[in-house]
T-cell receptor
Framework: DGGITQSPKYLFRKEGQNVTLSCEQN?????MYWYRQDPGQGLRLIYY???????QKGDIAEGYSVSREKKESFPLTVTSAQKNPTAFYLC????????????????FGEGSRLTVL | KNEVEQSPQNLTAQEGEFITINCSYS?????LHWLQQHPGGGIVSLFM???GKKKHGRLIATINIQEKHSSLHITASHPRDSAVYIC???????????FGTGTSLTVIP
């Protein structure tokens, strides 16, 4: 079945370490996103990519990096520069509809919970 | 001010009750999304609607574009409906969204 796979589901990091969260989709979607979820807050956009080899910063990109070398993959690296990385991270994808604003359904992965020790 | 406001924040219901979750937004939109986040954390899309009403099983979503308001109804609620329900509306033209903070629903047997 088509969908989005995130790994790992749980990840522990020591301060000063970089960690990479994996996101793979087989939906043939052009657009992919990384969101951060904290208790009591709505999802916040970290990075998004509308097409291979292109990505844009979201609202809270500081301390994070991404790459989009393949259509199906959009890994997120949480760097040591991220001051408060403990959170739940969600990857999503949607069809890219050129010229139309936001009419695509979002598909989400199961999430990755990162804890800094 | 949040662009998307949901109410209530938390909701507890007895099995079988009719449930309503509300979403108000302040921006002009082309479509509104209702999402369900299950206890494990994954999110699924329930509805995407731009006018009127949509129904899927026991779930019904309505939207009033003029009043900038949408409701999600659950008929004959069941403990498996326990989840966080999130409203989202488009933002700009880059497939970005404003998300509500969610309504946490618990259905008691």
């Amino acid at each position: 079945d088509g969908g989005i796979t995130q790994s790992p589901k749980y990840l522990f990091r020591k301060e000063g370490q970089n960690v990479t969260l994996s996101c793979e989709q087989n939906l043939n979607h052009d657009a992919m996103y990384w969101y951060r979820q904290d208790p009591g807050q709505g999802l916040r956009l970290i990075y998004y990519s509308q097409i291979v080899n292109d990505f844009q910063k979201g609202d809270i990109a500081e301390g994070y990096s991404v790459s989009r070398e393949k259509k199906e993959s959009f890994p997120l690296t949480v760097t040591s520069a991220q001051k408060n990385p403990t959170a739940f991270y969600l990857c999503a994808s949607s069809k890219r509809l050129a010229g139309l604003a936001n009419t695509g359904e979002l598909f989400f992965g199961e999430g990755s919970r990162l804890t800094v020790l | 001010k949040n662009e998307v406001e949901q109410s209530p924040q938390n909701l507890t219901a007895q099995e079988g009750e009719f449930i309503t979750i509300n979403c108000s937004y302040s921006v002009g939109i082309s479509a509104l999304h209702w999402l369900q986040q299950h206890p494990g954390g994954g999110i699924v899309s329930l509805f995407m609607l731009s006018s009127g009403k949509k129904k899927h099983g026991r779930l019904i979503a309505t939207i009033n574009i003029q009043e900038k308001h949408s409701s999600l109804h659950i008929t004959a609620s069941h403990p498996r409906d326990s989840a966080v329900y999130i409203c989202a509306v488009p933002r700009g033209t880059g497939n970005q969204f404003y998300f509500g903070t969610g309504t946490s629903l618990t259905v008691i047997p």
